[in-house]
């Protein structure tokens, strides 16, 4: 094994494991994007819910003066 062959083994391995880290980064941006989505969406439907609520205690509210 010359050197030329100990320095490609160390690339290649070297490249292999900023690879690997390449890999594991993405999944794990993926995974909190995922999760920050979900997020968003409860918050939305949080907000639509108190919005629902306070709609409907308006038409409550009115209809007590008009009726």
Known sequence: MGILDICLQ???QNAKIES??????YKYAKNDLSERILSAKSIQIGVRNVYMAVEANRCRF??????
């Open 62 to 67: 009115l209809s007590v003066f008009f009726i």
């Open 10 to 12: 160390y690339f290649f």
């Open 20 to 25: 690997n880290f390449a890999q594991n980064l």
